[in-house]
């Protein structure tokens, strides 16, 4: 793997042109975990740069990728909405597949938003080792009334969701309304919204609330 910014970044495009990043630890790797970006802001946002470059500084090896539409938007810079859910599903099959005849070890499955609710309805179809969701759109933008928890309650695959107390997707009391999977498990951020950012009178920052994702995640993963 060569070295980019943050010293274990080798970035490419998989087999079916779809841009992606790969974060090596310095150490061997205990496992990897695939994770795809939400639906307005691509792989390398500041938010997934986090993620990854705390990951993998744990040992964690981790994969993000970008859906088609994004990796339009990147060639033309032109803004559009996420492709339809059954080609976001194809999407992330195919780089599963090619990450599963790359590595060895323990795969791990998840994103933010979107691309964790993409990961959530394939975990189970993986055999994936465990699922990571930060910030889960648990319903749509001022709809929530109308839940996107049904498969949530039958799920099978080790799930971890990391979810801010004030999330406009799925706050706490909302959520804790919910019959969800015993194979789930919510870890709460004090004050955080959707992208986990606290309320300043909470006491926390943003660089605290990321560590502290990071921290939750590489823990649940066994590394760190």
Known sequence: MSKGPSGFIDAGQCEQGLPWLWDEPPQAASGTLILAHGAGAPMDSPFMQAMAEGLAVCGVRVVRFEFAYMAQRRADGRKRPPNPQAQLLQQWREVHAQVRQRVAGPVAVGG????????????????????????????ATGKPEKPRV???AELRTPTL???????????RETVEGYELSAAIELHWLQAA??????????????????????GAIAAYLGAG
């Open 112 to 139: 933010k938003s979107m691309g964790g609710r993409m990961a959530s309805l394939l975990a189970d179809e993986f055999g994936a080792s465990a699922l990571v969701c930060l910030g889960y759109p648990f319903y």
């Open 193 to 214: 919204d959707h992208d986990l950012n606290p309320l300043k009178a909470s006491g926390f920052s943003h660089q605290q609330h990321l560590q502290a994702a990071v």
């Open 161 to 171: 969701i990391i979810q801010g107390e004030r999330d406009a997707l799925g706050n």
């Open 150 to 152: 049904a498969h949530l």
